[in-house]
């Protein structure tokens, strides 16, 4: 199980996250995230997830989730309906210099590790303020993409949506070139909530390695069931497939592993 144990001088950003559908590359994906960061560790995640995750992590809070769809459902108020907000969390530890990856496929999840990314950050002349805060502007290009950011040093710590990292203070907003993916500065959390004080991950995730996570989203973005049985990526849970896959129109996600690479 990973953890995070937060300082009480720990900071906690909130960003709008905006990615298109990888179904059909045009429609914009909106979900809410918060950095939470202090200095040695971050963690990436949104809070619908993870306060869902954890109502599924116990019969108890299963059977209230279970109550809650069931509510919303027969009171014809879908919209009130719990949906997770943004699957994945992105954890990242300096002392360590690794990040874990935390997300899911069709019906499992999946976690994955591997070295913090080097980036060769640009940092120019150009300043702009982002909600009252003077931010310096760096670009790079990473998995495919040429980013812009714009970083802080107004605040305590170091910290990035996702997985950039490498910058002298917090990004408060990210987007690739084309402005078909970034993360946009929503505030800070001003009061952090004494159970942030300690984080644990949701504990049933299979160990993946990065490959094989990839190939994993490859899979379930094709349509032919027959391929997703033949991969072998669901052999251990042969059962938990569903008899059919949408078919990606569009943007081919086939060659997408994830909303930031091309």
């Known amino acids: 199980t990973a953890a995070i144990a937060q300082s009480q001088e720990g900071l906690m950003v909130s960003y709008k996250a905006h990615t298109p559908n990888m179904r059909n590359g045009v429609d914009d994906l909106t979900n809410s995230f918060v950095l939470l960061a202090n200095a040695r560790e971050s963690k990436f995640f949104s809070p619908m997830t993870e306060y869902l995750d954890s109502l599924n992590s116990t019969p108890e809070g299963r059977a209230k989730y279970q109550e809650m769809t069931r509510s919303a459902y027969l009171g014809g108020k879908l919209d009130d309906m719990p949906r997770r907000d943004g699957t994945y969390y992105v954890v ?13 496929a069709g019906l499992e999840k999946y976690c994955y590790e591997e070295t913090l990314p080097e980036l060769d950050w640009q940092i120019g002349d150009s300043t702009k303020t982002v909600l009252g805060y003077e931010c310096i502007q760096a670009t790079a290009m990473f998995h495919g ?5 714009w970083f802080t ?8 949506p996702q997985t950039f990292t490498g910058l002298p203070g917090v990004v408060l907003e ?12 929503n505030g800070l959390v001003n009061s952090i909530p004494d159970s942030k004080l300690y984080i644990k ?3 049933k995730f299979v160990q993946a390695t990065p490959e094989e996570f990839r190939k994993i989203l490859r899979v379930f973005s094709l349509s032919d069931n027959s391929y997703v049985q033949q991969s072998g990526v669901m052999s ?21 592993d994830n909303p930031i690479e091309r």
């Open 145 to 149: 993409r040429r980013w812009t950011a």
């Open 92 to 104: 990242k530890s300096r002392d360590a210099g690794c990040v874990a990856y935390y997300d899911n």
């Open 153 to 160: 040093t107004d605040l305590p710590h170091r910290g990035a």
């Open 174 to 185: 990210v987007a690739d070139a084309d402005r078909e993916v970034c993360w946009m500065f």
């Open 201 to 203: 991950m949701p504990e």
């Open 236 to 256: 251990k849970n042969s059962s938990h497939y569903p008899e059919k896959y949408t078919p990606s129109t569009g943007i081919d996600a086939c060659e997408i």
